[in-house]
């Protein structure tokens, strides 16, 4: 479709749909005009997840207009980090301290949060239809994160596939099952992990989990074995730094296969074939390769038929698709966009300029010059870490994002762990509080 | 009025007005360049944890100075700021600093342990702390805002200084001290509410 992006006036006048049934029934027809619930009354963004993007999104638009009506569409009933959800893997936090509930975005803002489903989009109309009922809006922000796509390794694909090789890069129950998994485990047992292709969310964070699943290993499960499948020809982010942990602490633990791609997966005997060799491993981590959220597929936000990342303008994270639909967080096509990694951080960031675009085109207004940032911890084990840190510009002749500085910390550090707890809590409170 | 009297009067204004004018527009700036801070530091500066430093209504002549002197490698032990100040040119960094001083302080809730807090009293009188960043550590000039602030990163800070990490005439005196009495002032300073 063609972009008029300059044209926000025209816009601001949409057309405010009649409203119908109300109330939150469980039984809603959703595809008739009365299954509109929670009919709008004035300029609204519906956000559509409540991840690392939305809830930022959800908040920062409250914080540049309160007159706005926020309502964030979200699956779950809490916030469960993904970032810091390693360490529950490694056996030194419980999920109820990466758990935040949406109530500080309720209570401390105003934001009504729908715990429903989205099912199909009318952006036309301006209308998200959910497994509650149609809600309508002025512009919608989608930020509905990641997908596996277990269908690019052969017998992964089933439900058995699935409880049997938990990939656990979604925070929450598939967390829990692989912690189980390695706690049940007898000493002298052998783990796998395989690394995804790039691109895929939190280039660390495969390399923090083998890091701290060596570490639960040495303390817990003497002699066991930790073989690692990376389907990258190395380890894709802080690799020396990495490499010298492994090297120092679990020489005797990790074995590093890279540039080997997961073939196949039996989950009756536990088999898995890669392209160096087989092995039935005790417990094992598939992480398989990403795309965008399903959804992103089902509400018809892909540009063209094969892609498998949304595509956004990065100066406001309008979506090439529809010029009332935004979209931000790991979900986003980096060709787009530009190099920024899909992490929590940035997704925050993008957040933040997609908020403020918003509620300004809302208010009539030319959108700011974006900023956005980055800052990745990594434990090596409970007690030291290490970081990637960098701050990106948007360049507009190319109108992609660039880095403007950026480095990794110099060695591991205590203090770096101490600085990753306490980075947690504060961009939970940025997104959450 | 008279025309005379009525022309003064608008050129008074008018040297009042555009000053002002400039600074709301430093401070816009600052915010929109300093939204990302808040990913580390917390929305509005208010930071929770311990070790990452509170902002929000620090002083901006302190800050402004630090995130320079950050960029220009001065101070390398604080590792991550010296990678992120290097983003900005000075004037984005003065920027930043002016919004954030803008903002209103909040007191740390870090928990403090009360004889630690005697102690710290005690030494930071004998010392002369309270001479350059105030009765209530409520800081004067360059001389940033200690009183809550967080104890974790007081504690962090003050090593630093110990031992030359950072360079200050003023904070040398700190070379003689343990880390037991470091963490004595950490708390006297971070229980200040």
């Known amino acids: 479709m063609s972009i008029s992006r300059r044209n926000f006036i025209k816009y601001t006048s949409a057309a405010a749909i009649g409203a119908g049934v109300l109330g939150c029934h469980h039984e809603i027809n959703v595809s008739s005009s009365t299954g509109i619930i929670m ?16 809830a930022t999104a959800a908040k920062y638009l409250k914080l540049e207009d309160p007159s706005l009506d926020v309502v964030l569409v979200e699956r779950q009933d809490s916030f469960i980090s993904c970032p810091v ?27 009504k949060v729908l715990h429903a489903e989205a099912k199909e989009l009318d952006a036309e109309n301006g209308q998200l239809k959910t497994d509650k009922g149609i809600v309508e809006f002025d512009l919608l922000l989608a930020s509905p994160g990641i997908s ?28 829990v099952k692989l912690a189980e998994r390695l706690a049940a485990m007898k000493p002298g047992g052998s783990v796998l ?81 890669s392209e160096k060799g087989e092995i039935t491993p005790d417990v094992v981590n598939v992480i398989p390769a990403m795309k965008a959220n399903q959804t992103a597929f089902d509400l018809g936000l892909m540009d063209k038929d094969d892609d498998e990342w949304v595509r956004a303008y990065p100066d406001t994270f309008m979506s090439y698709k529809y010029e009332n639909v935004y979209v931000v967080g790991d979900s986003t096509h980096n060709g787009a966009v530009g190099g920024v990694p899909k992490s929590g951080y940035v997704a925050n960031s993008m957040g933040k300029v997609a908020a403020s675009a918003m509620a300004r085109r809302l208010n009539g207004k030319e959108p700011l010059e974006p900023t956005y940032a980055n800052t990745c911890y990594s434990l090596v084990n409970e007690q030291e870490g290490i970081f990637v840190s960098a701050v990106y510009r948007y360049d507009k002749n ?6 403007v500085s950026g480095g990794v910390s110099p060695e591991r550090k205590a203090l770096f762990a101490k600085h990753a707890q306490n980075w947690a809590e504060s961009i939970w409170s940025d997104m959450l509080l | 009025m008279s025309i005379k009297k009525l022309l003064i009067t608008m050129a008074v204004a008018a040297v009042l007005i555009v000053p002002a004018a400039g600074f709301s527009d430093t401070i816009a700036e ?15 500066g208010n930071t929770p944890g311990t070790y990452i430093g509170k902002i929000g209504g620090q002083n901006s002549a302190y800050m402004s100075k630090v995130l320079k002197e950050f960029s220009a490698d001065k101070r390398p032990a604080s ?91 003023e904070m040398s005196m700190l070379s003689d001290f343990s880390d037991d009495q470091l963490d004595q002032l950490a708390n006297f300073f971070s229980g200040i509410r």
């Not at chain 2, 939204?35 to 917390?42: F, P």
């Not at chain 2, 001479?131 to 104890?151: A, T």
Request: charged share 25%; glycine share 12%.
């Open chain 1, 39 to 54: 009919p709008k009354s004035s300029k609204r963004i519906v956000i559509l997840g409540g991840g690392w993007g939305g």
């Open chain 1, 148 to 175: 596996y796509k277990y269908d690019t390794v052969e017998g992964l694909n089933t439900p058995d596939a699935i409880d049997r090789f938990p990939a656990a890069f979604k925070a929450g129950a598939e967390t």
């Open chain 2, 30 to 44: 600052g915010e929109r360049l300093g939204k990302t801070c808040a990913g580390c530091h917390g929305t509005a």
């Open chain 1, 398 to 403: 190319i109108k992609r994002i660039m880095s």
């Open chain 1, 193 to 273: 992990l395989t690394v995804p292709p790039t691109p895929y969310r939190c280039p660390p964070g495969p390399y923090e989990r083998i890091s701290l699943i060596a570490d639960y290993l040495k303390k817990n499960k003497p002699g066991s074995k930790l073989i690692v499948f990376d389907s990258n020809d190395g380890i894709v982010s802080k690799g020396p730094l990495f490499k010298k942990a492994w090297n120092d602490y679990y020489s005797d633990i990790i074995e590093y296969v890279p540039d080997n791609y997961l073939v196949s997966v039996d989950a009756g005997t536990g088999r898995v074939v």
């Open chain 1, 85 to 111: 959800s390693n360490w529950v893997i490694g056996g030194f936090r419980k999920m109820s301290d990466i758990t935040v509930s949406y109530e500080g975005l309720i209570k401390n803002y105003g934001i």
């Open chain 2, 79 to 169: 590792v991550e700021m010296s990678i992120v100040a290097k983003g900005y040119s000075d004037i984005q960094l003065e920027s930043v600093a002016a919004y954030y001083a803008s903002l209103k302080w909040v007191n740390s809730d870090n928990p403090v342990d009360s004889k630690k807090i005697l102690a710290g009293k005690a030494m930071a009188s004998d010392n002369g702390c309270l001479d350059c960043h105030g009765i209530k550590g409520e800081g004067i000039g360059e001389f940033p805002r200690i009183g809550g602030q967080n104890k974790g990163y007081l504690y962090e800070v003050m090593k630093r200084y110990r031992s030359g990490d950072i360079s200050s005439d």
